[in-house]
């Protein structure tokens, strides 16, 4: 076997099997968790596809090879594995058997649309709706954050015009479609709200708090939180049935994928409105349930996870990366991945995983907590698994 194969076989058959594991759970549609991967991270075909093209019978064989080898419970071939094969079905029958939800339709007005935060993802987002056509209020802490935005978004038209798409034209009213402020009052009149600030609980609390108190009633306030539970920013309001989750990619602009996180609480007619404004703005949505993780990161981090692992066993970062590119066609490799994500965002998903499951196999590989510790952060500081000085 060769050196390839090995790690696509260490890395992307436990991926696989947990893919598995998630339709079987029944968290997600087939549809869903393909499409989550497609969109989310670029992969060329979903897993349950790559299931479905190795085989059922190859991939649980495999499986249960590495399975005897590390007794890794997240090893152990996913019990639908064996009755797809019994049954000789596929993915894609189980698939065509749950059929497809009729297009989603806006059940509320949306023209106006707020962002709250001016980081990376905010900035993408803000970027987002103002292609798309909407109106944007944007706030941010001061001035050169709220300047930071426009030039993140003038950085990307920019880049996109020299290559022939889109004119200067367009940049201009795009730019004339935003609002910045630094007071949040600016979002009483808008649609819809997206929050994406720091990740830490005790903010985003106060924040919904404050927008239930200043956006008008039946305004959808959504979060774009990867980790923290949308279910208590939705109690944190009077009105929980308007808080929703619409998870977007890095980088923005880019990943077609918004994960759709309804709450309990959430209303029906708030799940189909924000769906169908994802597809408005050329997004694909897939719906998941609040839990750590959703689909993409629940599938990759411990991937992420599980090749750092390797390399600590000794194989070469790079050899590992190529062999990803080459046997999984996935578009970075796991450390160039790690790198852009940022170790210490990554940390932080690895260790809500492993809380929220409970596998031993989920534990953050220690060279994860020592690059974190030791300020490697990944290309934002210049060096996390690959140097960028
Ligand atoms: N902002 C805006 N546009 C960008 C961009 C950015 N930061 N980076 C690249 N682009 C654009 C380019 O302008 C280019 O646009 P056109 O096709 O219109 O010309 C396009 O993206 C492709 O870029 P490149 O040709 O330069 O580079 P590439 O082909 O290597 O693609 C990539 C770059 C799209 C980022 C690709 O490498 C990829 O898909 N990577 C995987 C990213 C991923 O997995 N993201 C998910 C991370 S997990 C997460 O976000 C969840 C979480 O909670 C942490």
Same mark, same amino acid.
């Given at each position: 076997?060769?050196?390839?194969?090995?790690?696509?076989?260490?890395? *992307?058959?436990?991926?696989? =099997?947990?893919?598995?594991?998630?339709?079987?759970?029944?968290?997600?549609?087939?549809?869903?968790?393909?499409?989550?991967?497609?969109?989310?991270?670029?992969?060329?075909?979903?897993?349950?596809?790559?299931?479905?093209?190795?085989?059922?019978?190859?991939?649980?064989?495999?499986?249960?090879?590495?399975?005897?080898?590390?007794?890794?419970?997240?090893?152990?071939?996913?019990? @639908?594995?064996? $009755?797809?094969?019994?049954? =000789?079905?596929?993915?894609?029958?189980?698939?065509?058997?749950?059929?497809?939800?009729?297009?989603?339709?806006?059940?509320?007005?949306?023209?106006?649309?707020?962002?709250?935060?001016?980081?990376?993802?905010?900035?993408?987002?803000?970027?987002?709706?103002?292609?798309?056509?909407?109106?944007?209020?944007?706030?941010?802490?001061?001035?050169? $954050?709220?300047?930071?935005?426009?030039?993140? #978004?003038?950085?990307? %038209?920019?880049?996109?015009?020299?290559?022939? $798409?889109?004119?200067?034209?367009?940049?201009?009213?795009?730019?004339?479609?935003?609002?910045?402020?630094?007071?949040?009052?600016?979002?009483?009149? *808008?649609?819809?709200?997206?929050?994406?600030?720091?990740?830490?609980?005790?903010?985003?609390?106060?924040?919904?708090?404050? %927008?239930?108190?200043?956006?008008?009633?039946?305004?959808?306030?959504?979060?774009?939180?990867?980790?923290?539970?949308?279910?208590?920013?939705?109690?944190?309001?009077?009105?929980?049935?308007?808080?929703?989750?619409?998870?977007?990619? =890095?980088?923005?602009? *880019?990943?077609?994928?918004?994960?759709? #996180?309804?709450?309990?609480?959430?209303?029906?007619?708030?799940?189909?409105?924000?769906?169908?404004?994802?597809?408005?703005?050329?997004?694909?949505?897939?719906?998941?349930?609040?839990?750590?993780?959703?689909?993409? =990161?629940?599938?990759?981090?411990?991937?992420?996870?599980?090749?750092?692992?390797?390399?600590?066993?000794?194989?070469?970062?790079?050899?590992?990366?190529?062999? #990803?590119?080459?046997?999984?066609?996935?578009?970075?490799?796991?450390?160039?991945?790690?790198?852009?994500?940022?170790?210490?965002?990554?940390?932080?998903?690895?260790?809500?995983?492993?809380?929220?499951?409970?596998?031993?196999?989920?534990?953050?590989?220690?060279?994860?907590?020592?690059?974190?510790?030791?300020?490697? @952060?990944?290309?934002?500081?210049?060096?996390?698994?690959?140097?960028?000085?």
């Amino acid at each position: 076997m060769t050196s390839s194969e090995q790690i696509f076989n260490t890395l *992307v058959l436990p991926y696989l =099997n947990h893919a598995v594991r998630t339709y079987e759970s029944g968290y997600a549609s087939v549809s869903d968790i393909d499409a989550a991967m497609r969109f989310g991270c670029g992969y060329p075909k979903g897993p349950l596809t790559v299931v479905d093209e190795i085989g059922a019978a190859q991939v649980r064989d495999l499986l249960a090879a590495r399975y005897a080898e590390t007794g890794d419970h997240l090893h152990e071939p996913a019990g @639908l594995l064996d $009755k797809l094969v019994a049954e =000789n079905r596929t993915f894609a029958d189980e698939a065509a058997a749950a059929g497809e939800g009729a297009a989603p339709q806006l059940k509320h007005d949306i023209a106006k649309v707020g962002v709250v935060g001016t980081g990376t993802m905010a900035s993408g987002i803000v970027q987002v709706f103002a292609q798309a056509g909407y109106e944007v209020v944007y706030v941010g802490r001061g001035q050169d $954050k709220l300047d930071g935005v426009v030039g993140y #978004i003038t950085k990307n %038209l920019d880049r996109a015009i020299a290559k022939g $798409k889109g004119t200067e034209g367009d940049k201009d009213a795009l730019l004339g479609r935003l609002t910045g402020s630094t007071e949040r009052e600016a979002l009483g009149g *808008v649609d819809i709200v997206v929050e994406a600030i720091a990740e830490d609980l005790e903010l985003k609390l106060e924040l919904f708090r404050d %927008l239930d108190r200043i956006c008008k009633p039946g305004a959808i306030l959504a979060t774009t939180t990867s980790s923290l539970p949308i279910t208590k920013l939705g109690e944190a309001t009077g009105r929980p049935q308007d808080v929703i989750g619409m998870h977007f990619f =890095n980088p923005a602009p *880019v990943m077609k994928l918004v994960e759709i #996180i309804t709450t309990s609480a959430t209303s029906a007619d708030v799940d189909e409105t924000v769906r169908a404004l994802t597809a408005n703005v050329g997004k694909v949505g897939v719906s998941a349930g609040d839990r750590a993780g959703f689909i993409v =990161n629940l599938l990759l981090f411990p991937y992420l996870n599980d090749a750092i692992k390797l390399a600590e066993g000794g194989e070469e970062l790079a050899t590992i990366d190529a062999a #990803i590119k080459e046997t999984a066609g996935f578009p970075m490799g796991p450390f160039e991945l790690l790198d852009v994500v940022g170790n210490d965002v990554s940390l932080a998903i690895q260790k809500e995983l492993y809380a929220e499951f409970g596998e031993p196999g989920f534990e953050p590989a220690a060279t994860l907590v020592a690059k974190v510790e030791a300020g490697e @952060l990944g290309r934002k500081t210049g060096k996390g698994f690959h140097d960028y000085s």
